[in-house]
Every structure is written in structure tokens, then in C-alpha cells.
């Protein structure tokens, strides 16, 4: 079975604090990804990466970065928090075509 | 823009009768679907999909069809039951841009009232 795993389930942060979001996936794929979901809006591509120190920009991508140092691992990084960034985080992988996601991280920034 | 839309943001089903999802698309060059599903303080799980060269794919419960030329796809649930009770998605990929990153739909929360 396909495990994708986020350090944290909850998350309560400061506005202005720099926040990191760590996901592992522990099935070799290539493709790994993080959303964030609202309600009513769905979940929406923050950033992806296909391969090691690659990342690519997806559809929200504002006020966040990201970091791929291992093949298993992606990172996302807040800069500076802000309060318009509470959501759940959601990461993926995927080899092909199906992602495969975590729990989820949600995070509150006050 | 929103290429992948799931105009109905909720669904209530009596336990016992038939679900049916709906997902509209705009992008023609689409070649696959997912649905997913999401349960509360989880990540979505896959669920079922269909190629655009099928009309259709069931699985158990589960079926799925495509309208090409409408650009419309439905998730059918039959016999509904109470634990499907979760937040379904559509989603939406296109091969020839050689990314893997898929379209998500806005979802439906599907209640099966018992």
C-alpha cells in the first residue's frame, strides 16, 4: 500500500511566523504535490515537483515556496504567515496518473 | 478558470437508492477521470476512473459515465449506504501536456440519510 505521510495533522501558527509542512511518500514516485482545500473552492495546486530539486508552479502558488532534496520528501514553506493561508494542505504522489494523498495538514493562522 | 465544476455542492440520498454526481469540463483535450471521495480529517482516496475512448466503467457499486460530447461525467452509487457519506471530487487530467497534474472539481458532499 502506498503511504504518503505529513508531519503534522494540526497546526497553529502566528501571522509573521515561518511555517514548513514536511510530506513523505514511501513508494518511489516520481510526481509529488500540495493542495489546499476550502470549502467551495476545492482543492487547488499550490506547487508540484516530477523529479529531485525540480518544482514547478501550480495554480496558487503566492506567499508559499517548496523544497525537493530527496525523492521521497517535499516540503512546503510559508515565508510569513499570514491569515488568509488557514486551510487544510493536503500532499499526493504519483507515479502516473492517480495521486495518492496524506491526511492532511490544518493549519490556523492567527 | 475552473476547467473541471461540480455545480451541485450537496447531495441528500435515503439509504437504499441510487447517488448520481455530476461533473462538467471545458477542456475537449481531457483523456482521463477520477472521482474521489473524502471523509472528514482525511485525504481523498481514488475511488474509480474512465479513459475518454470508454462511456463508461463500473466497479461493484460504483459506476461512472462519460458524455463526451457533452462534456459531462456522473459517479452513480446504488445502492447508496450510509458510509458513503464523504465529500466527492472529479478530477481531470490531460496526457499531451506531459504534466501529471490533475483538475479538481469544487466537490459535492453526499449525505445517505439512513
Redesign the interface.
Known sequence: DVK?TQSS?YLVKRTGEKVFLECVQDMDHE?M?W?RQDP??????IY?S?DVKMK?K?DIPEGYSVSREKKERFSLILESASTNQTSMY?C?S?L?????????T?LTVT | DQQVK?NS?SLSVQEGRISILNCDYTNSMFD?F?W?KKYP??????LI?ISSIKDKNEDGRFTVFLNKSAKHLSLHIVPSQPGDSAVY?CAA?EFETG????F????TRLTVIP
Open positions: 504518503v495533522r510526481n504535490f493542495y467551495g473552492l476545492g482543492l487547488r495546486l508540484f516530477y514547478e501550480g493536503l499526493a504519483s502516473f496518473v492517480e495521486q495518492y494523498f496524506g491526511p492532511g490544518r | 461540480q455542492p482521463y477520477l474521489y480529517a482525511e485525504g481523498p482516496t481514488f476512473s471530487f487530467i504534466a501529471n497534474n490533475l479538481f472539481g469544487t466537490g
